[in-house]
C-alpha cells in the first residue's frame, strides 16, 4: 500500500488563467447533464414510460443510497491514495468515463419485461449508474482546492465550474427534447438521446484529463490514520459538518422541485409541451445569477450572499403553491425569479468546501480532499434519491395512477396532485428555512481562511 501525499512547497499559483478554468469546466458537462436530464425527466421516465409503479422506483432510489453510502467515501480515499505519474485525480477521469458512459445509456432502455423484470433492471443499472458516477465525479470535484488556494478565487473557480455545468444542462435539456420528438415511438427518442449524452459524457472527462495538470505531490512517512478514522476525522471538522448541511439542504430541495416539476406541470398546471421552455428560463436564469452572485461574493461575503439569494428563493417556492391549471405563463414567469436562488444552490456550498479542507490540513498535516469530496457527491445523490423516493413512496400512498399513453393522460386524485403541489413548493421552502441558522454559525470567514492559510505557508516554509 502506497503511503498518503502531501503537496511539496512548491503550491500552484493563486490565480488561475483562462485555459486552466475552462479545461476544469468541461469536466462537469458529464455531471451537469446527469443532473439536468435525470432531475426533470427520470421520475417521470420511469412512471409513466417504463411503467414502474411509484413504490418500487422509490426502493430503488432508497438502495442505491445504501451503496452511496460506501462506494463515494471509499471511491474518494482510493483517489488520495491514487499515485501515478498523471496524479491521484486525473486517471479517473480517464479510466471512469466509458463505463459511466455506457450505464447512462442502458438507464434510458424500455426491455420487455414484467413489472418485478423491469425492477431489477433498473435497480442493476442504477447501482452501475451510480458507481460510475462517482468514479467519475469525487476526484474531478476534489481538484478544487488543488488548483487554488485564495479565498475569492475559490469562488471565482466555482463560478466558473457551475457555469459550464448551468449551460450545459441547459444545452442537454434542449438536444434531449429535440432527439425525443424527432422520433415516432418515445421509448426509441429515449435511447437515442442516452447515446448520445452518453458521447458527450465521455469526451468531456477526456477533455478534462488532457487539458489539467494537477500540483505535484511527493511521498510522505505520515502515518495513514486508515479509512474509518480518516472518516471519524472529517466527521470531527464542526466548519465541515455546517457545509455538509448547507449542502445536503439546499439539494434536497432543488431535487424535490426538479424531480417533481415534469409531474407537476403535466398534471396540475398543464402545458407539458411547453415544459422545456420552464426548464430553458430556469436555467438560463441560474446561470445569470450565478456569474452576479460571485461578484457580489467577494464584497458581502459567502453568508450574506446565502441569506439575500435564499429569501428571494422561499418567496418564489411559497408562490408555486398557488398555481392554478392553465397559469403556465405565472409558472414560467417564476421559474425565472426561482434562478436567484438556485444559483446559490450551487455556488456558495462549493465555494466553502475547500476552505475547510485546509482546516483539516492545518490541524492534521494530511490533505485529504478525496474523502471530503466524496461525502459531498454522496450528498448531491443523497438530495437526489431522497427526493425521488419520498416523493414517490407518498405518491404511491395517495393512489397514483402510471400513464399507459402520454396522449391520454389519466385523472390522479385529488390527494395526488395536492402532493405534488406541495412537493415543488412547500417542502422545498422549509428545508430552506432550515438550512439558515447553520449558515450564520458557519465559521470561516474571509479573515478566518487568512489565519489558515498563513499557518499552512509558515508550516511548509518550515519543512524540508
Known sequence: MSTPTTPIATAPADKLSFGRKLAFG????????????????????????????????????????????????????LTDRTNTRWGRRRPWLLFGAIPFGLAWFLQWLVPDLSQAGLFWYYLIVALLLDTGFTAVNVPYTALTPELTQDYDERTSLNSFRFSFSIMGGLAALIIHSILIESFPSVTQGY?????????????????????????????????DPG???GVKIALRNRPFLYVVAIYLLSWLCIQFVQAN????????????????QLAFALQVSAFVFLLMWSKVSQKWGKQKVYYVGMSFWIAVEIALFFVQPGQFTLLLGLAILAGVGVSIGYLVPWSMLPDVVELDELETGQRREGIYYGFFVFLQKLGISLGLALSNFILEAAGYINAENLSALPEQP????????????????????????????YPITREKHAEIRAALDARKATTP
Open 191 to 223: 435511447a437515442i438521446s442516452a447515446a448520445v449524452m452518453a458521447g458527450f459524457i465521455i469526451l468531456s472527462n477526456f477533455i478534462t484529463f488532457a487539458f489539467t495538470e494537477e500540483s505535484h505531490f511527493k511521498e510522505t512517512e505520515e502515518e
Open 227 to 229: 479509512f474509518v478514522e
Open 414 to 441: 385529488t390527494a395526488v396532485l395536492t402532493a405534488l403541489r406541495i412537493f415543488v413548493s412547500l417542502v422545498p421552502a422549509v428545508i430552506l428555512l432550515i438550512s439558515f441558522p447553520i449558515v450564520y454559525r
Open 26 to 77: 468541461v469536466g462537469d458537462l458529464g455531471p451537469a447533464l446527469v443532473a439536468s436530464i435525470q432531475g426533470f425527466f427520470l421520475n417521470a421516465f420511469l412512471l409513466d414510460i417504463a411503467g414502474i409503479r411509484p413504490g418500487l422506483a422509490g426502493i430503488i432510489f432508497l438502495v442505491v443510497k445504501i451503496w452511496d453510502s460506501v462506494n463515494d467515501p471509499l471511491i474518494g480515499r
Open 261 to 276: 416539476m415534469l409531474l407537476y406541470v403535466r398534471y396540475w398546471v398543464g402545458g407539458e409541451d411547453q415544459f422545456i
